[in-house]
């Protein structure tokens, strides 16, 4: 652990000399699948002068080190960082430091033209993984008041990368093993910290208190928009499961993709161009369109013969997958997880057994087929939630789903023609036209763009992503296991479904507490393996 044996805190406006790298030997050390990590090796006895600027994407700084404070002569560096939350445990600062030239005695600062030409061949941009240990455990409840400290600098810090520099006027250092012990977690611990709480920094940085309100508005859009998805699309006109899957990506697309590119320009060191360059990318956003794409019809295709309740529980029960995934890895797995995939399976078979569930058209009814479908979507949605977790680590969240909306669309329009042929057509055809939506009247138009294309598609995920600066993962999660039964109630307004008898509340009741239980246990396995 880092060493939390430190003196009372020093003001930070005035930072304490650091030892200053070499500019010919900064090393650099790629991570193959995730970031790029920095070792900095240091002699003895000279300084650095660290200047820190306010995040553009967090809104967080620490103080910036006076100008007239600086040493002539001596190499400036702006620090940029993310500033992440790790659940009851510590604070971890992702710095980015650049070289931005020289202060010279009695003029102003050199410019990177000047600066050592070894050091320019790194790209004037050194990433370097820091941490934040806090002296003491901060449960839930102590967050803020934990953070107006940490703000205020009234306890003690201790500022470090991966190697031996640390930052800070209370400083202490990491021993090899220690050293070694961070670096060989910080790749695994990374993608924890981005499932959890990581825009959380919003709720709890001193001085600002996020307006909940607008939070419980981005969730309850969250659960109705993802609840009246598959009965929406059941409700269609339109008997080509697949073509209802490509009318909803196709008509989602251009909405996602505004929100994708705004995102993706406002976030700061991003370049959206050469992120998509990568063949690592590339692949995962194939697959996580392919994956999501046979979800959804799959999600479709069983609300066609089973009750709603049914096919949204089935077709995501994507959680228990991926503890099973595990389990066959010989991965770390919670107890919690293995108890809530049990009462999940358990809750679903209760389900199935309900004879008295009827739709309202019978002779499409077939309980069994159309939960086994979803079952399949189940894995395609857990594929899809792996893939996607690689790709939020390179790319923002939006920004990703604009481009597995477009690769979707092709897909299924691809699969759609080779699969359905005569009644999946490139054309306007209200019945089995790929632009159908625009052919079939002004009234079927604005159903199909605002209703299943906006409402259902563009701002339930966009919702999601916002409301993460909110609430945490847990809570988001939690509250989308309402899904299911808004998609049930939805169904039987709708005149699909009659109302479901005993058999499938208590399936359902325990099929989602099953799930808030994994969700749950994967919190507590994330706290106590990731000790960052």
């Known amino acids: 652990m880092l060493d939390t044996h430190t003196p009372k805190a020093k ?16 090393k650099q050390k790629r991570d193959a699948n995730h970031i790029a990590m920095t070792q900095l090796t240091h002699p003895p006895n000279d300084d650095i002068q660290v200047l820190v600027n306010e995040s553009p994407r967090y809104d967080w700084h620490l103080p910036t080190t006076p100008m007239d404070s600086v040493r002539p002569d001596t190499p400036q560096y702006q620090m940029s960082h993310n500033f992440h939350y790790a659940p009851e445990k ?16 009695g003029g102003p600062a050199k410019d990177l033209n000047d600066i050592d030409e070894d ?9 370097a993984p820091f941490l934040i240990s806090t002296p003491q455990k901060v449960n839930r409840g102590q967050r803020q008041p934990f953070m107006k400290k940490l703000l205020s600098h009234q306890m003690p810090l201790n500022l470090g990368t991966s190697h031996s520099a640390l930052i800070g006027a209370n400083v202490s250092r990491l021993d090899e093993n220690e050293r070694v012990s961070v670096l060989h977690r910080h790749k695994e611990a990374r993608s924890q910290f981005e499932q959890t709480t990581i825009l959380e920094i919003y709720e709890n940085r001193a001085g600002v208190s996020p307006n909940r309100w607008f939070g419980y508005v981005l969730l309850a859009m969250v659960i109705a928009s993802g609840a009246a998805f598959v009965p929406l699309g059941v409700s269609l006109d339109v008997s080509n499961p697949m073509l209802k899957v490509s009318w909803r990506v196709s008509t989602m697309l251009p909405f996602i993709s505004l929100l994708g590119l705004w995102q993706a320009f406002s976030t700061p060191n991003f370049d959206p161009k050469k992120a998509l360059l990568n063949p690592k990318t590339l692949q995962n956003l194939i697959i996580a369109a392919m994956a999501i794409s046979l979800q959804q019809y799959c999600a479709i295709f069983a609300g066609k013969y089973t009750l709603m309740s049914h096919s949204v529980i089935m077709v995501n029960l994507s959680g228990p997958v991926i503890v099973g995934w595990r389990l066959l890895k010989r991965q770390a797995v919670h107890t919690l997880e293995i108890s809530g995939c049990g009462i999940a399976v358990f809750g679903s078979i209760i389900s199935i057994m309900d004879h008295t569930s009827e739709k ?7 309980i069994l087929l159309g939960d086994s479908v979803a079952l399949i979507g189940s894995f395609l949605c857990a594929l899809w939630m792996l893939k996607n977790e690689e790709l939020v680590q390179h790319l923002p969240p939006l920004y990703a789903m604009t481009f597995i909306s477009l690769f979707s669309n092709i897909i299924l329009i691809i699969l759609g023609i080779s699969f359905y042929g005569d009644v999946f057509t490139l054309d306007a055809n209200p019945k089995t036209g790929v632009f159908g939506y625009l052919g ?3 009234q079927l ?4 763009i605002l209703v299943y294309g906006l409402f259902t598609g563009a701002c339930n995920m966009g919702a999601y992503s916002m409301s993460c600066k909110y609430f945490s993962p847990l809570v988001i999660g939690t509250a989308v296991l309402f899904e299911p039964i808004g998609s049930q109630i939805i169904g039987c307004l709708l005149g699909l479904d009659r109302i479901p008898g005993f058999l499938t509340w208590l399936g ?6 099953g799930l808030y239980f994994v969700g749950r246990g994967g919190q507590r396995l994330a706290r106590t393996t990731h000790h960052i």
Do not use: C
């Open 119 to 127: 050091h320019e061949r790194t790209g004037g941009n050194v990433v």
């Open 90 to 105: 510590h604070y971890k600062l992702e710095a980015s430091i650049t070289p931005i030239g020289y202060q010279s005695s």
């Open 11 to 26: 003001p930070l406006s005035t930072y304490q000399a650091l030892p200053d790298p070499p500019l010919t030997d900064i």
């Open 508 to 513: 359902t009741a325990l099929t989602l507490g």
């Open 360 to 366: 309202v058209n019978t002779e499409d009814q077939n």
């Open 445 to 448: 138009g604005v159903y199909v």
């Open 440 to 442: 079939g009247g002004p």
